[in-house]
């Protein structure tokens, strides 16, 4: 279950942001993101969970709601750590002050083991031959009497995923190997789920995971902290082991595989969305029938129309497809962006909202709440044919990030500044 988002406030983004001491939006289009909703749906995964550990997820620039400040609110506010998928991505987020755990889910290649030490990083073991890479390279460098860190690894285990980790019968032969190099330790056994929703898929895939550790004990190697359930598996019910790794549902969004499930322990769960999309007008112009709008016009006014330019598009991440399609919200009531979508713009028909004719004052929701009205990223995912992460990944750097809490702004990032 998804609540509505909050409204971050009545007020022009200048004057909110100018309030909070930041400075002003290179551009008339931002994303807003509620960390308010992010702390409240950490709570509620961890407590969906039976309170174990969280490691959520801020791989793809937080699911594109911002990798620092994201980071920055989820260890505030009780994550034990933060999960990436990629060494740069974890590297960016030491650069930007984040000094909480990090756990690069992907391998990262034997040459730049120095550097994942240095930045303090739990590294993956996937497979046999690039853990043997990895220590090599780490016990060279001690033996050229470089100073260089400790490292920890975590081993996955391949359940039936079919993307990464080593077979149950391996496991046993990678912590000896790990246990055996100087200098580096065994801190996690994970795997990862194929279709949470399915339980005779997750049960086999637990009952290989189980077989992993099984073998770790009767070998006498002691078993390290364990982690299975991301976003679906919690919201599922499956067991939250030692630790949890939510990604999509940290940002208020529910698997797309787990609409209509029939859990009681789902229907209980209450999200709330974290991102909105909006803009303000570059220019509101009233054009006669037979207009063409934008390039290769696949619109053309069929009378007298008032067209709002709002000045974000698919170099955005918003993207054609949602070319005559896709709706905005204004004063409260839905419009339709008409035309196609360009890299810097979208159009927006605003010949029948009521009252006064809509101005550049006036702000419109592509994504998020205005009034009664609600357009969701499920909403813009249907009309693409696509799921739920894409549409909020795809939201690219250039977009101005406004982060707020309590209804007041406390953060900006943007191409060139970072704020809060």
Known sequence: ???????????????????????PLPRLAWLELDLDALVANLSTLRGAAGGVAAYPVVKGNAYGHGAWPIARALLAAGAAGVCVATLDE??????AGIEGPIRVLYPVPPALVAAAAAHRLTLVAGD????????????????????IPPIELEIEVETGLGRGGVAPDEV???????????????????????????EERTGAQLERFERATTALRDAGVTVPPRHVA?????????????????????????????????SAGV????????MSIHARPVRVADLLAGHGIAYGPSFTTARA????????????????????????????????????????????????????????????????????????????AQLRTTNTWEVVTQMSARMPRVY??????????????RRG
């Open 1 to 23: 279950m998804t609540a509505a988002p909050l409204d971050p406030g009545s007020l022009p983004i200048e004057e909110r942001l100018a309030a909070a001491g930041l400075p």
């Open 90 to 95: 974890a590297a960016a987020l030491r650069e």
């Open 128 to 147: 046999r031959d690039g853990l043997a890479a990895t220590l090599h390279a780490y016990a060279d460098l001690r033996a050229r009497g470089t100073t």
């Open 172 to 198: 046993v032969a990678l912590a000896r190997a790990i246990e055996a190099a100087p200098g580096v330790r065994l801190v996690g056994l994970w795997t990862h789920l194929q279709a949470s929703e399915d």
């Open 230 to 262: 991301a976003s679906g598996g919690v919201l599922t019910g499956v067991p939250g082991f030692d630790a949890i790794r939510p990604g999509l549902s940290t940002y208020g969004i529910w698997p797309d595989e787990l609409a209509g499930h029939a």
């Open 267 to 274: 229907a209980s769960v209450v999200l709330r969305p974290v």
């Open 305 to 380: 129309s008032r067209i709002a330019t709002l000045p974000l598009g698919y170099g955005d991440g918003f993207a054609r497809a949602n070319a005559n399609r896709a709706e905005a919200l204004v004063r409260g009531q839905r419009v339709p962006l008409v035309g196609n979508v360009m890299m810097d713009g979208v159009s927006a028909d605003v010949t029948d909202v009521p009252g006064e004719p809509v101005t550049t004052a006036d702000e419109f929701v592509l994504m998020g709440s205005q009034g009664g009205e609600r357009i969701t990223v499920e909403d813009l």
């Open 404 to 417: 707020h809490a309590a209804a007041g702004a406390v953060a900006l990032s943007t191409l060139v500044e």
